[in-house]
């Protein structure tokens, strides 16, 4: 069955200027504008770091080992004489990635549960609910300690660790979601239709949820960088020689009475890069929200 | 109101049951064999042997919980395969240092977060406002375990002011409570200022200000216990972050708590204190928002705490 066409155009439209009235507002607020430069920053640096980074990053040369910045390392070098800022560049891709991977797990793990468990409701939903609060019943970066437990150290892991313990957030928050917008009158237009579940899920419910999920992410992202960094540091994370900035901190914590620059650097990165994810989330969340935008 | 806090407990026993069977389980999802994950990686084929007869690893996974659940009840949670300690001695030596180091940074974070938050809020637009938001945007993003790092460059090797690690006196709480307060602090004064400056636009505030009330009674008295309800909330639910952070901080610290302990655990492999640690972490935060949402409904009346009551 053909669903009405005048329908369709018109929730599509209502999208588009909803879009540019989003962007509108992002473009206004100064907080976001620089959370998106210093992301942008960060994204020049991951993908080019070959060409950007002015050492191998794992070149090590034990005659220059802990010496302080200087001209030729602008961050000075490790404990093996590595240069940390070629370090800290080639970081920004494991950090960035670990934390795009692991939203990604719980995005595509997480929604479809939210989804299904807020729309058929019933003893789904309640075995589902059940479940989420055992999961949340775990402090997040716990419960990704758990799994990585399980699963055994790395970087691979710790993006599965992660992604798991968000899952439950995306769950709870995609079902919060559904359970409003399956009670609008399109929703039950189309069902009138005789227009499938799946289809009405996909095309009709999930697209009116996304301002939410996409606020949740870029907060998401930012956790996600902290808690790997955290298991870095715990030495649950990425391995030597793996730059990741999470084990450089813990590694330069040895050296901090002759070396402070070793543990300075690498927080000051993630710092900056999680600032960068949260200012766009916060001007996201208060340019997809209407109460908001009125009151401006 | 017993009615209703009867009720939320109830609620909570399925949550510890199933946290139960996720702990039971981190060893049985361990890829090899769990007895010999359980008895240590230099332990003899004998002493594997014993554990899989102790544990009763043959037998079907319902046995197994079933046992593991009876021992849980009895308080034996199994021994150390590194200190040959029981775990539940282990746990009782480090638990009331991490709730010591919780309740510290908890102070610290409702201290300096409600008191930037208010601040921010009465005198709004004002240069304070303006540093205490950067502030607190910049201590939610930094993560806790560099900022402790900071501190002890700081205050303990540059200045010599405190210790830089360990627990003793008060001296030594201070670092570890400050590091692991702050981000807390960060997000209780965004919270507090938002919520008291919604308050102070209410009509109720107008009609107190036309009585001719000082600010100060206005802001204290009537503007500040309604604005509080949401912080309330966020700091309960803050207690599980600080749960987990408290294991960066205690290893920054080397703060002899739950965290490090459960740290320590699996970097030895000791699986059975890593067991123990995750549930007791687990269960805390359980009771602690069980606590939470009983405080909030004492707080805010408009919680209906049953159907009677609803109508």
């Known amino acids: 069955m053909s669903e009405p066409v005048s329908t369709c155009r018109r929730e599509e439209l209502k999208r588009d200027t909803e879009f540019r009235q989003v962007l509108m507002h992002l473009r206004r607020n100064r907080g976001a504008m620089v959370g998106l430069i210093v992301l942008a920053v960060f994204l020049i640096c991951a993908v080019f770091a070959p060409l950007l980074a002015p050492y191998d990053p794992t070149d090590s040369n034990l005659g220059r080992a802990l010496e302080k910045p200087s001209a030729e390392h602008i961050l000075g070098t490790d404990e093996l004489g590595r240069d940390s800022f070629s370090r800290i560049l080639f970081g920004s891709r494991i950090s960035l990635a670990i934390g795009l991977i692991s939203v990604s797990i719980g995005l595509v793990v997480g929604v479809p549960l939210g989804a299904l468990s807020g729309f058929y409701g019933g003893k789904f939903d309640l075995f589902m609910q059940r479940l989420i609060d055992i999961l949340i019943a775990f402090p997040g970066i716990l419960l990704a300690i758990v799994v990585v437990t399980i699963l055994g150290v790395g970087v691979e892991n710790v993006m599965i660790a992660v992604g798991v313990a968000s899952i439950p957030i995306y769950t709870r928050l995609v079902r919060g979601s559904v359970l409003s917008v399956k009670e609008e009158g399109y929703v039950a237009a189309a069902r009138a239709l005789g227009i499938g579940n799946t289809r009405i899920i996909i095309r009709h419910i999930l697209p009116n949820c996304l301002g939410p999920i996409i606020v949740q992410s870029t907060f998401q992202i930012a956790t996600a960088i902290l808690w790997a960094a955290g298991l870095g540091f715990l030495g649950l994370g990425a391995q030597p020689p793996n730059p990741e900035w999470g084990a450089m901190l813990s590694k330069g914590r040895e050296y901090i009475r002759v070396a402070h620059h070793l543990t300075t650097y690498p927080g000051l990165a993630i710092l900056l890069m999680v600032l960068g994810f949260n200012l766009v989330g916060d001007g996201l969340r208060d340019a997809l929200d209407p109460k908001f935008r009125k009151s401006r | ?311």
């Not at chain 2, 609620?11 to 010999?36: H, K, M, N, T, Y």
């Not at chain 2, 709730?99 to 921010?120: K, N």
């Open chain 2, 1 to 311: 109101m017993l009615g209703y806090i009867f009720k939320r407990l109830m609620l909570a026993i399925p949550v510890l049951l199933g946290v139960s069977i996720l702990v039971f389980a981190i060893i049985r999802f361990i890829p090899g064999d769990p007895a010999r994950a359980i008895a240590g990686v230099h332990a003899t084929p004998q002493h594997i042997e014993q554990v899989r007869r102790e544990m009763l690893l043959d037998e079907g996974l319902h046995v197994q919980y079933y046992v593991y659940m009876s021992n849980l009840l009895q308080g034996d949670l199994g021994r150390s395969t590194f200190s040959r300690r029981p775990v539940v001695t282990e746990l009782r030596e480090r638990f009331p240092n991490t709730v010591i180091l919780s309740l510290a940074a908890m102070f610290v974070a409702t201290v300096v977060g409600m008191s930037a938050g208010i601040i921010s809020a009465t005198k709004r637009y004002s240069i304070f406002d303006y540093s205490s938001m950067v502030g607190a945007l910049v201590g939610v993003a930094a993560p806790v375990f560099w900022l402790g790092i900071m501190f002890q460059l700081l205050f303990a090797v540059r200045l010599g002011w405190l210790p830089s690690g360990q627990m003793g006196t008060f001296k030594h709480l201070i670092l570890p409570s400050l590091t692991l307060g702050l981000a807390t602090a960060a997000l209780i004064a965004r919270i507090t200022r938002s919520s008291m400056l919604d308050v102070l636009r209410q009509d109720y505030i107008t009609t107190a200000r036309s009585k001719g009330l000082a600010e100060r009674v206005v802001t204290y008295k009537h503007a500040l216990k309604n604005a509080l309800i949401p912080v309330v909330t966020v700091m309960g639910l803050q207690f599980g972050t600080l749960l987990g952070g408290a294991v960066l901080v205690e290893t920054v610290f080397s703060w002899p708590g739950i965290g490090r302990l459960m740290v320590e655990s699996i970097l030895r492999r000791d699986y059975p204190v890593v067991q123990g640690a995750v549930l007791l972490l687990a269960v805390t935060f359980v009771m602690i928002n069980l606590l939470v949402d009983v405080i909030y409904a004492f707080l805010d009346p408009r919680i209906s705490y049953g159907s009677k009551e609803a109508e």
